[in-house]
Nanobody, 124 residues
Framework: QVQLVESGGGLVQAGDSLRLSCGAS????????MGWFRQAPGKGREFVAT????????FYADSVKGRFTISRDNAKNTVYLQMNALKPEDTAIYYC?????????????????WGQGTQVTVSS
């Protein structure tokens, strides 16, 4: 089992950058594929990005491709989401999640463990 805690959210202006972090407990972090999802007000949770165990195998939603970058540091038990050129439509609660699945999991049901989320608000 792994516990996940997100941080780094906040209020920014359109065009700004923000980096989210997700720290994981335990010594098994490197055995999990990791992902980021988001949920905007009144909408369902949607996939943002995923990364494989060793840092390869990244995959992004079309809406963030070219603007967001997912990465991980297994020595620090942390996964990151670098968000550049933020838009008001990126406003959401961002969640990190962990999975034992291989490949490029991108569905909510693919992930077993979830953090509590961090709020990102982008003003126009």
């Amino acid at each position: 089992q792994v516990q996940l805690v997100e941080s780094g959210g906040g209020l920014v202006q359109a065009g700004d950058s923000l980096r989210l972090s997700c720290g994981a407990s335990g010594r098994t972090f490197r055995t999990y594929g990791m992902g980021w999802f988001r949920q905007a007000p009144g909408k369902g949770r949607e996939f943002v990005a995923t990364i494989g165990r060793s840092g390869g195998g990244t995959f992004y939603a079309d809406s963030v491709k070219g603007r967001f970058t997912i990465s991980r540091d297994n020595a620090k038990n942390t996964v990151y989401l670098q968000m550049n050129a933020l838009k008001p439509e990126d406003t959401a609660i961002y969640y990190c999640a962990a999975t034992h699945q291989y490949g490029t999991p991108s569905h909510i049901s693919d992930f077993e463990y979830w953090g509590q989320g961090t709020q990102v608000t982008v003003s126009s």
